[in-house]
């Protein structure tokens, strides 16, 4: 029999043995990406947050090739760092998953995020019904209606954790909304930082602004891809409908190795 102290002794030798193959895991992952000379390949796997008819309509529909414009845009900002590669990204779809990941509480604390970050590592290898070649990186889509007018909350990239979790509208008018943010959390899988504001989500100057040498710098055209948002004027910020408002800046290019730092 084990008793209850034995027991918790045992967690813990567990719980470490995970986090030694999770950090060996990431600290491999991290090198291979970082030299850009081969295709990332890039599992997305579909969830119904809601159970809702209308959601699961919009997954049944999907097919990989309505995310090309992701790899394009890829494709594109990396040639402006001569990055030669191509293809740069490969996305795979897997069956929808019927399983709903760890909940994360956008107010919680470092360790209830680390917490959180090491469970939702220890669901995405339990719940894997991806058959192909291993993936690189693991991006969960958890798609809501927008019938129910929930605001939807904040999506994930776990940073050198290659995964992450994107909140999208399952709505083909919520396409090109739900694609930058798939974008923006997989340029976080890969290393790069946010460049906004996180209470008023403002883009930081100079870094978050996709061109900070317009004159007058007011209204911007384009978003950062890791600042979010276009600043049209003072307290007027926009998302980004399509990545072809989106660009690369030179900062973000460095944090993921696109450009020596
Ligand atoms: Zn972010």
Avoid: C
């Avoid at 890039?42 to 790899?71: C, H, K, R, S, W």
């Amino acid at each position: 029999m084990v008793n209850a102290s034995q027991f918790r002794v045992l967690r813990i030798i567990i719980l470490l043995m995970v986090l030694f193959v999770v950090a060996m895991n990431v600290g491999l992952n991290g090198v291979r990406m970082q030299a850009w000379e081969r295709p990332v390949g890039v599992v997305l796997y579909p969830i119904n947050a809601d159970g809702e008819a209308g959601t699961q309509a919009y997954i049944d529909a999907l097919n990989v090739e309505q995310f090309a414009d992701i790899e394009a845009f890829l494709q594109r900002e990396a040639s402006r760092y001569q990055i030669r590669q191509q293809p740069l990204i490969e996305f795979s779809l897997a069956p929808m998953l019927n399983v709903q990941p760890p909940e994360f509480e956008a107010d919680a604390g470092v360790l209830d995020r680390i917490v959180w970050s090491l469970h939702m590592r220890w669901w995405s290898w339990r719940n894997d019904n991806w058959l192909g070649a291993q993936p690189d990186v693991r991006i969960y889509l958890r798609y809501f209606s927008p019938q129910r007018n929930q605001p939807l909350t904040h999506s994930l990239g776990l940073q050198k954790g290659m995964i992450g979790l994107v909140n999208g509208y399952a709505d083909i008018d919520y396409r090109g909304a739900n694609h930058f943010v798939i974008t923006h959390e997989l340029m976080h899988t890969f290393g790069a930082l946010d460049k906004y504001n996180l209470q008023t989500n403002e883009p930081i100057y100079p870094d978050g602004y996709a061109d900070p040498q317009q004159k007058p710098l007011l209204p911007q055209t384009k978003a950062e891809v890791m600042s979010g948002r276009i600043k049209v004027s003072p307290g007027w910020l926009l998302m980004p409908q399509s990545l072809d408002r989106v660009i690369v800046g030179p900062k973000t290019a460095r944090e993921i190795g696109w450009s020596p730092s």
